[in-house]
């Protein structure tokens, strides 16, 4: 079984700043299988990278994906206020399963 | 546009059941995939069950084989999720979630492209 280790736990940071997010995984996965989840209080997660490097639907050009093997980084290059929320990264197995990491939440400094 | 929307949520005593219902529109629900996803008060996201689009296969996590059961009503736009022998740990938003399936060299690989917004249970005397 894969674990996806995140980290940091918490990230404050001020609006404008660079928010690096960390996934690792226990063992080596393909990068197809990677991607990343916003949630905001209150409400459903939101797809934002799949495959560890491409945007979904409608997601700003801020929020940016890559790594490879055991390693994977989310990055939010200049944050705004709606972009402080919990962040997960998740993996796709098979046979079909679906791990989450523990969270990164961005919070405002 | 795509619309997921839980119901049957509520406080059940341990080991009772409970069926929850999640009714689909703005998309061809009898093309894609469907999942359960929860998440316990205060805590991450878990990956509960997966069925095809056909309604052919399941897939369950590991703590949930056995006591849940994962169906789908095509006919109906629906997604079902039984849920029998309740725990106090399965206390949880329970979400629906849509497949958005991707091929590559290697084989396919499935994320959650929609979500509902979620129906509580609480397992509780």
């Known amino acids: 079984e894969i674990v996806l280790t995140q980290s940091p736990g918490t990230l404050s940071l001020s609006p404008g700043e660079r928010a690096t997010l960390s996934c690792r995984a226990s063992?080596?996965?393909?990068?197809?299988?990677l991607a990343w989840y916003q949630q905001k209080p209150g409400q459903a997660p939101r797809l934002l990278v799949y495959g560890a490097s491409t945007r979904a639907t409608g997601i700003p050009d801020r929020f940016s994906g890559s790594g490879s093997g055991t390693d994977f980084t989310l990055t939010i290059s200049r944050l705004e206020p709606e972009d402080f929320a919990v962040y997960y990264c998740q993996q796709y197995g098979s046979p079909p399963t679906w791990t989450f990491g523990q969270g990164t939440k961005v919070e405002i400094k | 546009q795509v619309q997921l929307v839980e119901s049957g949520g509520g406080v059940v005593q341990p080991g009772g059941s409970l069926r929850l219902s999640c009714a689909a529109s703005g998309f061809t629900f009898s093309s894609y995939g469907m999942q359960w996803v929860r998440q316990a008060p205060g805590k991450g996201l878990e990956w509960v069950a997966f069925i095809r689009f056909d309604g052919s296969k399941e897939y369950y996590a590991d703590s949930v084989k056995g006591r849940f059961t994962i169906s789908r009503d095509n006919s109906k736009n629906s997604l079902y999720l039984q849920m029998n022998g309740l725990r106090a740990e399965d206390t949880a938003v329970y979400y629906c979630?849509?497949?958005?399936?991707?091929?590559?060299?290697?084989?396919?690989?499935?994320?959650?492209?929609?979500w509902g917004q979620g129906t509580l249970v609480t397992v509780s005397s």
């Open positions: 979630a849509k497949d958005f399936p991707l091929k590559d060299g290697y084989g396919w690989y499935h994320y959650f492209d929609c």
């Open positions: 063992q080596s996965v393909s990068s197809s299988s």
